[in-house]
């Protein structure tokens, strides 16, 4: 399984930004999705979810209200739409992918930078 992430760039506080990521190679039966991102010094740290049916969704509580996560099953996508963005969401957004709804990622994509700018 490959995965493309895009989306990233600068955006000004309070912008938003959309980003995508595209599932291709092997695919499974059923999938889930996420994001997580980097901050330079930190430790990656989960953002969002979205498991196959997308009915069951999570979300870090630093970006719930602000980020929405959806997918398209047929396309093999995943999207994170983010909205009044923050300096503290600069980062190296990730994408991944799990088979089934638990348990580990198995599966990564090689990161988009968000640069939030005040």
């Known amino acids: 399984v490959q995965l493309q992430a895009s989306g990233g760039g600068l955006v000004q506080v309070g912008g938003s930004l959309r980003l995508s990521c595209a599932a291709s190679?092997?695919?499974?039966?059923?999938?889930?999705m996420g994001w997580f991102r980097q901050a330079p010094g930190k430790e990656r740290e989960f953002v969002a979810s979205?498991?196959?049916?997308?009915?069951?969704?999570y979300y870090a509580d630093s970006v719930k209200g602000r980020f929405t996560i959806s997918r398209d099953n047929r396309k093999n996508t995943v999207l994170l739409q983010m909205n009044s963005l923050k300096p503290e969401d600069t980062a190296v957004y990730y994408c991944?992918?799990?088979?089934?709804?638990?348990?580990?990622?198995?599966?990564w994509g090689q990161g988009t930078l968000v640069t939030v700018s005040s």
């Open positions: 979205i498991n196959w049916g997308g009915l069951s969704i």
């Open positions: 991944a992918l799990r088979r089934g709804d638990f348990g580990s990622y198995d599966y």
């Open positions: 190679g092997r695919t499974f039966s059923s999938y889930s």
